[in-house]
């Protein structure tokens, strides 16, 4: 259930590529079957620019992965979307965000870790608030006051892009089952990642296990429907994940966290009114 | 019965007694705890979320009271555009077209298709839809297809972009919308926007340019979209490696009839 967050990024698509196909009379604008509406100007300078931006990544056993993203489409749509779809309805969203808020806190150590790793002292810092408030003040780390009152985020690290900030390259695309999208280099992350999380540690295994389908469900029931939009979206399903992964990944590692603000020349503030 | 085992489960762990249980009783034991903190947090997380008024529904600044339901005409919706103060500034554009969609999206009078219908009215002409289709082939397959197949290629894109992103924008439920100071690239005006979606950020991206005539009379056309990246990933970066790999596989055919039919549900 890894993929969450990348088809999250569909949903909000919303916003995204809109067009007009339809030529109306009173609408000046470009109309989409007029192929020369821009300059070639404009064309070649935004062609060099997406060259530029573009990665790909060497995917060397794609019949496997193909396979794979079968496996876990036919999943998704059997067992996992049922499931999440129950979830939703039985569970009110204000505790589904609990739950969330309370394994986001709870993975505190990896993200810490990681920050660290990286050298990221701001952002280590900023997971260490998060952790003090959230607990206490946010009994538990059910609530997330650190976000909602002074606009802390966590810090997006993982021990894959530790790697990659060491200058481990990505290795190849691999798509495991249950777990979706990864890089063999992301791969190796996510279990290191896991000895830092908590609910590892918890005795017995299946316990363990139990509590992170828990998390799974939970983190599921805000993105139900994300997975079919992407999929409506793309012409080859398998290659516009594999394409959206790599470029998310890149974004990640880049770390380009927040916009500067033009005025004082500093990172620009999420929350305006930003108090810690 | 059940509710001794599971307190005996519960028990079992917290005293390190090792109590051989059956995997479900754990599981539904660890579930119980989980439940019951969960009910204690949904009130402590119901006052802080929505008693600061961090999440509030963003105001449609422009008047929706000057909307006429039954009037489907072209007149009233282009409207929108008088409450743009300055059309060459493409914040200040997004901003008045958004405040525009958020208004016909709330407005419950409306059925969807209508709702569709003006949206794409609203938004279509900010997008440099001919660019953009260009821009997903590339230099290296675009120039490939015939003139003919230039246009039937520009029009199936299109027709599924709009499709997809009107079908998307129509779930828009309140989220809050933060339009963050534009950003001056080389020829191109980058605007970031910030959407929070059930309480976590999301960053997109609008990539302006600008064209090189006013485009008839309207102003406003200015400015115009060729791509839009949500958390680092660009859109039409995502459409080209779909369409490298067609092409590679099977040529401007294989391409043609993967666009032709319907989306993949």
């Known amino acids: ?276 | 019965m059940t509710v001794r085992k599971l307190i005996i489960g519960i028990e079992g762990e917290l005293m390190g007694i090792s109590v051989k249980q059956k995997v479900m009783t754990r599981i539904t034991s660890i579930w119980c705890v989980v439940l019951v903190l969960l009910v204690l947090g949904h009130n402590v997380n119901a006052d802080e979320k929505y008693s600061n008024g961090a999440i509030k529904p963003p105001e449609a600044k422009s008047g929706s009271a000057a909307l006429d339901v039954n009037d489907t005409n072209e007149l009233w919706w282009s409207r929108w555009d008088a409450f743009v103060r300055d059309p060459n500034d493409p914040n200040e554009l997004l901003e008045a077209k958004w405040n525009a969609i958020v208004t016909v999206l709330q407005n419950k009078e409306l059925d969807q298709e209508l709702k569709k219908k003006i949206m794409d009215k609203i938004m279509g002409p900010v997008f440099d839809t001919g660019l953009m289709a260009k821009l997903a082939l590339g230099r290296t397959h675009w120039p490939k297809l015939t003139a003919p197949q230039q246009k039937r290629f520009t029009e199936l894109f299109v027709e599924r972009l709009k499709n997809i992103y009107l079908d998307k924008i129509t779930l828009y439920n309140n989220e809050k919308v933060l339009f963050k100071h534009a950003m001056q690239e080389k020829n191109s005006i980058h605007i970031p926007v910030v959407l929070i979606s059930n309480d976590k950020e999301i960053a997109i991206l609008f990539k302006f340019h600008k064209m090189d005539e006013t485009g008839g009379s309207k102003m406003n056309e200015y400015w115009k979209i060729y791509d839009v990246e949500i958390e680092g990933v660009s859109v039409l970066l995502v459409y080209r490696a779909q369409f490298d790999d067609i092409l590679n596989r099977g040529g401007v055919k294989e391409l043609f009839f993967q666009l032709e039919k319907p989306p993949t549900q």
Request: glycine share 10%; proline share 8%.
């Open chain 1, 1 to 276: 259930m890894r993929y969450y967050f990348l088809i999250m990024i569909w949903l909000v698509a919303g916003a995204g590529c809109a067009s007009s196909a339809r030529n109306t009379p009173n609408l000046p604008a470009a109309s989409p079957v007029d192929v020369n509406s821009s300059g070639d100007a404009a064309f070649d300078e935004f062609e060099t620019e997406l060259s530029q931006r573009q990665v790909t990544i060497p995917d060397p056993i794609e019949p496997w992965n193909r396979a794979m993203f079968g496996v876990n489409d036919i999943f998704y749509f059997w067992v996992a979307k049922p499931v999440v779809q129950t979830y939703e309805k039985i569970v009110p969203r204000p505790a589904r965000v609990c739950i969330r808020n309370f394994f986001e806190n709870l993975t505190t150590p990896v993200r810490f870790v990681n920050c660290l790793l990286q050298g990221k002292g701001p952002e280590a810092d900023r997971e260490l608030r998060r952790f003090g408030i959230n607990t206490t003040a946010g009994v538990l780390g059910f609530g997330d006051p650190a976000y909602d009152r002074w606009g802390l985020k966590p810090a997006a690290e993982d021990l894959g892009q530790t790697l990659a900030v060491y200058g481990l390259g990505d290795g190849f695309y691999v798509v495991w089952p249950l777990l979706g999208p990864s890089t063999l280099r992301d791969s190796v992350g996510t279990v290191g990642d896991s000895f830092l999380n908590p609910v590892r540690y918890v005795k017995p295994q299946e316990v363990s296990i139990g509590i992170s389908v828990v998390d799974a469900t939970n983190k599921g029931s805000f993105h139900i429907g994300e997975y079919e939009s992407f999929k409506a979206a793309s012409v080859d399903p398998y290659v516009a994940m594999r394409g959206a992964y790599i470029q998310y990944r890149k974004k990640q590692i880049r770390g380009e966290d927040q916009p500067i603000d033009p005025n004082s020349g500093k990172p620009e503030a999420i929350w305006p009114h930003g108090v810690l």
